[in-house]
């Protein structure tokens, strides 16, 4: 299966709010409500912000936010803060076989 | 506080084998699947497998069937994966997760370990 599909980079001003989409198919996304979003900042391991399409694990600002229509998912970070800029990966199920795939992830810089 | 620890970096030749471990501590280790993740430089993350430490089932992504061997020993709540017959474009950083319950979602990630490949 092929891996979901994420813009390359977004950006957005200081107090903005920027939405990164995921694509993926009926087959993962379209078909299952457990999408994952991860930031990872440069030479650090991921961090789980989002699980189960729009659940923030505790510790996680309220700014961050997912939601899923059809076969797209969709983070959006509102209130942008210089510590966002980051790369942000989506991640679904995909079914026992597979069990997930990732986009490609996205680079969000903060103007 | 829960948390994965990591071996440390490793340099292999093309054609050896690498043996990573990820030691967990703060909760019980047969109650969480460990997944494992790798990242080549500059590229995105790519799931690799899991293993379930309670019964030792394993699962991996069909590009890594029959190369990569995922174990655990509850004894040191520790998981391993190697990976043989080593190319240079398994050169990446290696990660271990646990994944959140009945979710496919990975709470807590171990620090990483460089694998680089080079003759």
């Known amino acids: 299966q092929s891996a979901l599909t994420q813009p390359a980079s977004v950006s957005g001003s200081p107090g903005q709010s920027i939405t990164i989409s995921c694509t993926g198919t009926s087959s993962d996304i379209g078909t299952y409500n457990l999408v994952s979003w991860y930031q990872q900042h440069p030479g650090k391991a991921p961090i789980l912000i989002i699980s189960e399409g729009g659940k923030r694990p505790s510790g996680v600002s309220n700014r961050f936010s997912g939601s899923k229509s059809g076969n797209t998912a969709s983070l959006t970070i509102s209130g942008l803060q210089a510590e966002d800029e980051a790369d942000y990966y989506c991640c679904s199920y995909a079914g026992s076989t597979t069990y997930v795939l990732f986009g490609g992830g996205t680079k969000l810089t903060v103007l | 506080q829960v948390h994965l620890v990591q071996s440390g970096t490793e340099v292999k030749k093309p054609g050896a084998s690498v043996k990573v471990s990820c030691k967990t501590s703060?909760?019980?280790?047969?109650?969480?699947?460990i997944h494992w993740f790798r990242q080549a430089p500059g590229q995105g993350l790519e799931w690799m497998g899991w293993i379930n430490p309670n019964s030792g089932d394993t699962n991996s992504a069909q590009d890594f069937q029959g190369w990569v061997t995922m174990t655990g020993d509850t004894s040191i709540s520790t998981a391993y994966m190697a990976l043989s017959r080593l190319r240079s474009d398994d050169t990446a950083v290696y990660y271990c997760?646990?994944?959140?319950?009945?979710?496919?979602?990975?709470?807590?990630w171990g620090q990483g370990t460089m694998v680089t490949v080079s003759s």
């Open positions: 997760a646990r994944e959140q319950t009945l979710g496919a979602a990975f709470d807590i």
């Open positions: 703060g909760y019980i280790f047969t109650d969480y699947y």
